[in-house]
């Protein structure tokens, strides 16, 4: 009997530690709600509660069912092995700093105990510390680690196992209860779906049109990927296929296969150096003058900022829970550039809101803005987020979707209304971005690199 322990990887498909665990006899397969993890952002924990929910209904038609346990993992784990008569304990890797931790002392407990712990890969198409620089030392710039990466052999996706032989008089505590409100289908079978969907849809134009605000461009995968209703594997096996099958989806894949390298990227970013979650991994010699502004960071958090696009996404964020990548980049460049607000409060913000905030990922896309990170945006690169709302949202559809207020506004006038008089009920720009730009340009350039 193997216990086996999920966490970000709520699949039965193509789950390395579940399928090892299978192919050797009966398993428990067990979530323990940790109160360290648990608790600090309502919708993604109501998200991981729905996908839970999805993961039990499939082990229940295969006989089985998930055992919930709430506590110390390490102690809640032993605690199942003993009653199921278990003699192993298997999951697989999580790599934030957290996790790290965590899983070190379920490890050397299962030991104590007398029980064989065993880790499996499985978050990232390539583990963290697999692609090093010849040199030694980890990636901090994108292109050579992104070639390195490519040159990886891959694993194909295995397929879910049939019935499960397992132990049904355990105890186990009820489901979370999904919370938050308007959340997406969750679980795997709706995972497979929209993987299916952007591949026969989406992806053709990706290439083209992903930074498109108006348009359902991207994959909307992240916040699947994040519980792990579907594995990287699957994704990419999936993206790949289409292209080999089409010359004409070729460019449009390798570009989206560059995002899931992108996502493997800030994971060994923080797997090799976890002081990143709350240090700049490119430390300025002149710390930046970052401004207290309580009355700015609110209106930037509930999308009254006065400039539209900008509104507009940080509504969607509150509303939903997702942000397309273009609109994450210009509203981090806002707060950080525009307002000259700490980093850190946005990747907070975003931790409570998003259903797929993930530490290495958000952390590490925030320092990229915030130009302190791994191949960071230059400093003086400061977006206009009138000239971003005309580019990526042309029309204005995006903006009038989320700012109802400038509904009556027509075509591109709706990302500068003061232009024609504003609108009633809409608040005029909090800042001139002239003159922020200025004020950003002096900041940063006080800030001169240690690393180049």
């Known amino acids: ?91 697989n890797r999580d790599h934030t700093p957290y996790a790290r931790q965590r899983d070190l002392a379920v490890d050397a407990a299962c030991r104590a105990a007398g029980l064989e712990p065993r880790a499996f890969g499985d978050a990232t198409l390539v583990e963290p510390g697999d692609v090093t620089p010849a040199r030694g030392g980890f990636y901090t710039v994108f292109t050579p680690f992104y070639r390195a990466w490519l040159a990886r052999d891959r694993v194909p996706p295995a397929p879910a196992p049939g019935r499960l032989a397992t132990l049904a008089a355990l105890d186990t505590l009820p489901l979370p209860e999904p919370t938050g409100g308007g959340l997406p289908a969750a679980g795997e079978a709706a995972a497979r779906a929209a993987l299916g969907a952007f591949v026969e849809g989406p992806l053709a134009a990706y290439h083209e049109a992903r930074d498109r605000l108006d348009l359902e461009s991207t994959s909307r995968l992240s916040y699947h990927l994040r519980v792990g209703a579907i594995s990287p594997r699957q994704v990419y096996a999936a993206v790949t296929a289409v292209a080999e099958r089409s010359a004409a989806l070729r460019r449009a894949a390798e570009a989206f296969v560059r995002q899931l390298a992108w996502r493997d990227f800030f994971v060994q970013i923080l797997w090799h150096a976890p002081g990143t ?23 930037w958090q509930e999308g009254r900022t006065g400039y539209p696009v900008v509104d507009a996404a940080m509504r969607q964020l509150v509303t939903t829970g997702f942000l397309p990548n273009r609109a994450r980049l210009v509203v981090a460049s806002f707060l950080v550039k525009h307002l000259l607000i700490d980093w850190h409060e946005g990747d907070r913000w975003f931790m409570r809101q998003l259903l797929d905030g993930d530490p290495a990922l958000n952390g ?12 960071a945006m230059p400093a ?62 002096a900041a940063f350039g006080a800030a001169p690199r240690r690393h180049t």
């Open 1 to 91: 009997m193997i216990v086996v322990w999920l966490r970000r990887d709520l699949r039965l498909a193509d789950q390395p530690a579940l399928a090892a665990a299978v192919a050797r006899g009966p398993v428990v397969p067990v979530f323990v709600v940790d109160p360290r993890l648990h608790g600090r952002a309502e919708r993604r924990d109501g998200w991981i509660a729905a996908a839970l929910a999805s993961l039990d209904a499939d082990l229940r038609r295969r006989g089985a069912r998930l055992v919930v346990r709430r506590g110390e993992p390490a102690a809640e784990l032993i605690r199942v092995a003993r009653e199921a008569g278990a003699s192993r304990v298997w999951w």
């Open 277 to 299: 979650r709350r240090l700049p991994l490119r430390p300025p010699d002149v710390a930046v003058p970052w401004r207290r502004d309580a009355e700015g960071l609110a209106a």
């Open 364 to 375: 590490g896309n925030w320092q990229w803005v915030a130009s302190v990170g791994a191949d």
């Open 380 to 441: 003086f690169r400061v977006f206009n987020p009138v000239t971003q709302g005309k580019r990526f949202d042309p029309a204005g559809d995006y903006v009038r979707r989320w700012v109802p207020e400038l509904a009556m506004l027509p075509g591109a006038r709706v990302h500068a209304p003061w232009e024609v008089g504003g609108a009633p009920g809409y608040p005029p720009p909090i800042v001139e971005h002239g003159e922020a730009r200025r004020r950003a340009l």
